[in-house]
Nanobody, 124 residues
Framework: QVQLVESGGGLVQDGGSLRLSCAAS????????VGWFRQAPGKERDFVAT????????YYADSVKGRFTISRDNAKNTVYLQMNSLKPEDTAVYYC?????????????????WGQGTQVTVSS
């Protein structure tokens, strides 16, 4: 069993930066792929980025490519999402999720464990 807790969200101005953290419990976390998703009010939960268990492979949604960076520190059981050049359309609740199969998946249905989410608001 893996429990995930996101942190680092907040209010930031257009063009600003935030770094989200996803802290995990469970000794097997280091063998899971991890993804970040986001959900704006009234919209579906959308894929943002994913990283393999080793950190050697990553994949991003086109909407964040070049602005967001996903990374992980397995010694700290933590995955990060560095978000730069934020835009008002990035406003959403951001969730991290773990995938037991260690696959770089973009569908939320392929993830087994989820955090409670952290709010990111970008003002114009």
């Amino acid at each position: 069993q893996v429990q995930l807790v996101e942190s680092g969200g907040g209010l930031v101005q257009d063009g600003g930066s935030l770094r989200l953290s996803c802290a995990a419990s469970g000794r097997t976390f280091g063998s899971y792929a991890v993804g970040w998703f986001r959900q704006a009010p009234g919209k579906e939960r959308d894929f943002v980025a994913t990283i393999s268990w080793s950190g050697g492979s990553t994949y991003y949604a086109d909407s964040v490519k070049g602005r967001f960076t996903i990374s992980r520190d397995n010694a700290k059981n933590t995955v990060y999402l560095q978000m730069n050049s934020l835009k008002p359309e990035d406003t959403a609740v951001y969730y991290c999720a773990a995938n037991k199969l260690n696959r770089l998946r973009v569908s939320k249905d392929d993830y087994d464990y989820w955090g409670q989410g952290t709010q990111v608001t970008v003002s114009s």
